[in-house]
Nanobody, 116 residues
């Protein structure tokens, strides 16, 4: 399996921005689905943003227009640009890659806290 390591989380004020990165230990192929999920305390893990194996970029309703998914296949890395952050965006963010979204390998997670 591919090993994934997230970075870029931290504490940010409401309205601020963060950019998460997820580096893969092996090659990530353009045909793989990959994306970002998050889990807040006491909540289920939810889909944030990603790309399907067919190349369609998808976003969760709560982040549309604020977050942007991207990837660099040559550098085996995916990114999540998060703008206009809100306190309700506070969660542990996980990256994922597999045959379809939500399957395959997961990173260990990175904490994002949005607070004054």
């Amino acid at each position: 399996q591919v090993q994934l390591v997230e970075s870029g989380g931290g504490l940010v004020q409401p309205g601020g921005s963060l950019r998460l990165s997820c580096a893969a230990s092996g090659s990530i192929f353009s045909r793989n689905a990959m994306g970002w999920y998050r889990q807040a305390p006491g909540e289920q893990r939810e889909f944030v943003a990603g790309i399907s194996g067919g190349g369609i970029t998808l976003y969760g309703n709560s982040v549309k227009g604020r977050f942007s998914f991207s990837r660099d296949i040559a550098k085996n890395t995916m990114f999540l640009q998060m703008n206009s952050l809100k306190p309700e965006d506070t969660a542990v963010y996980y990256c994922n890659i597999g045959y379809r979204l939500g399957s395959g390998s997961w990173g260990q997670g990175t904490q994002v806290t949005v607070s004054r």
